[in-house]
Structure formats: C-alpha cells, structure tokens
C-alpha cells in the first residue's frame, strides 16, 4: 500500500511513522487511519523493526477526527460501519512498543491516538484535550476511559465536560506523559529512546507489556501472579542467559530474541 496522509519510515531498527495531513492539522480521516493501520501491521510483519515512533509535526500531533469527514454520518452510518473499531485500534493490537512523540494539538482522536500508544514524549509546546463535548458528542476512541486511567476521574471528569486543553507542564504533572523536552528535541529524543528499546529482548518487551497492559484489567493479586508466571517463562529464552552473562561479563548484550 503507498500512503498519502502518513509518512512510514525505518530509522534502523526503529519505525517512525508522521502522520501528514498539514491542510487539516493531521485530523484523523478514514485514509489516515486505514494507512495507520496498514503501516503497524507491516511494522509488526517486519523483523527488522523493533520499535515504532508516531508523530506529527511542531504545530499538531493530530487535531482530532476529521470533523468535515464526520458531520454528515448518521447513527446508521457509524453503527454500519463501525466507526472508529473497523481501523483505530491496530494500535492498541500491536506488541512491539510505540511512543507518542507529541509537539501542538493532541485533540480529541489525536489524544486518544497518543494514549494507545505505550508511553507519550511531549514537546514543551504540547497540548491535550478531549473537546468533543463542544461538537455535541463525546469522547468515541477510548477517552473516557484512557483519560480517566491516566489522570484520575476529577480531572478527566473536567477535561471532557469543558473541552478545556491542558498544557504539556501540566500533562506531565497528571501523568498523562512521561517525560516533556523541548520541542525542537522531541523527535531526536523519542528516537533516541526507541533505538534504546529496539536493542532490547524483544520476546522480553512483549511480555513486558503485556503485564503492564495487564493492570488495567485485573486486580492486584491475579496481576502480581501473571506477571509472576511470565518471569518464570522469560527464563526459557536464550535471552536471558545472554543478558545475565553479559552483565556478569561486563559486557554489552547480544540479544537474538530466542
Ligand atoms: N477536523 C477537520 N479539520 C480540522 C480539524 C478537525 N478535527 N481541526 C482542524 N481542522 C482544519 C481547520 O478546519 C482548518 O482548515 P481550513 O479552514 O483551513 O480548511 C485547518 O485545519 C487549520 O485549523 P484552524 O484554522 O482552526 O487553526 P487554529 O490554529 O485557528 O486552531 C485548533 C487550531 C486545533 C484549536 C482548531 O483547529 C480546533 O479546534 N480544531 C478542532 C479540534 C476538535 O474539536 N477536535 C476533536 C474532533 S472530534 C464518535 C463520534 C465522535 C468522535 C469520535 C467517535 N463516534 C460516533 C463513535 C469525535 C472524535 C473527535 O476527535
């Protein structure tokens, strides 16, 4: 498939993916997202490629669902099609780790495209917010949800019901980010981090982020067992005699995902 609205490069062992609709502060159309969804399933597909980047560009990560595209679906039309599963959440489906590197407007679908993601990087110039509720509707890509799990039911609760955008230092604060840099730093500084997590035990990091993923749909004990349960398994893997051996060698890993 060749894209139009998204920009699918390798940075060595790194994906990065932008999404590319300037004219539309990359609002997120149906194109996008089927594109989106094509370029993470060959990332998944592709062995060579141990970590994905997405980003937008300085002013905006992605300013929400194409709104133009959208105003004139009826309930039949987003029922029928289903709207927003058939082709939003490839993300959310896919094991290798992919980092939100966010500069501008993460609105609405924008935000909610961030938070599927593992983690999110924030340029300084950075700006979330689910405004929806100024469009009529409400949050229809998981932020009532994601939100909520992020930064707690008061401020997710507040940000939903005014629309209100929050700025990347309070972002950061809420622990809706990870880490903010700045802006002019951002994408340097997710792909120096993904190069880091590309090196990695990649049959580690799936099961790393599957226990992670975990915490959110189980209570404490049955978590606390199934990561338990997947340490024990890591200890079938090449990988983790390598990665003892070398640290007991004093040298660098050599991971061979087996
Ligand atoms: N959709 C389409 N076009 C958009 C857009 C969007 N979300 N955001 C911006 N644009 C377009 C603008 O229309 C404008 O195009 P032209 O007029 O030049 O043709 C161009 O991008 C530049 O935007 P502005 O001129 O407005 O730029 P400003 O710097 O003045 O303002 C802004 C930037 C980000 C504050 C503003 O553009 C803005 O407020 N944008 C809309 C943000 C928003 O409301 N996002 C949430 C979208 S709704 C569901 C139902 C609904 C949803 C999901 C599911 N189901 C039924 C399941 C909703 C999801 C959403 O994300």
Redesign the pocket.
């Known amino acids: 498939m060749s894209y139009e609205t998204i920009v699918l490069e390798e940075r060595g062992a790194v994906a990065l993916i932008t999404l590319n609709r300037p004219?539309?502060?990359n609002?997120?159309n149906r194109q996008l997202m089927d594109e989106l969804t094509d370029a993470v399933r060959s990332i998944e597909a592709n062995d060579a490629i141990g970590c994905t980047v997405i980003t937008g560009s300085d002013r905006?990560f992605a300013?929400?669902?194409?709104?133009?595209?959208?105003q004139s679906k009826s309930y039949a039309d987003?029922m029928m099609e289903d709207?927003?599963t058939a082709n939003w959440e490839e993300v959310t489906r896919t094991r290798k780790p992919m980092i939100a590197a966010v500069a501008g407007?993460a609105?609405?679908?924008?935000c909610?495209l961030a938070m599927m993601c593992d983690f999110i990087l924030a340029g300084e110039n950075a700006r979330f917010g689910q405004?929806?509720i100024?469009?009529g509707?409400?949050?229809?890509?998981g932020g009532t949800q994601r939100l909520t799990r992020f930064v707690g039911k008061s401020k997710a609760m507040e940000m939903c019901m005014t629309g209100r955008m929050m700025d990347a230092a309070e972002a950061e604060r809420s622990g809706l980010v990870s880490r903010v840099v700045p802006t002019e730093d951002l994408l340097e500084e997710a792909l120096s981090v993904a190069t880091k997590i590309a090196e990695l035990s990649r049959p580690a990091l799936f099961l790393l982020k599957e226990s992670v993923n975990k915490s959110y749909e189980v209570p404490l004990d049955e978590g606390v067992m199934f990561e338990r349960r997947v340490f024990h398994s890591l200890f079938a893997f090449d990988d983790q005699t390598e990665g003892m051996e070398a640290f007991v060698e004093k040298r660098t890993p050599n991971f061979t995902n087996k």
């Open positions: 004219e539309a502060l609002a997120l905006a300013a929400g669902a194409d709104i133009k595209e959208m987003v709207f927003i407007y609105l609405g679908g924008g909610e405004p929806e100024q469009l509707v409400i949050p229809g890509a």
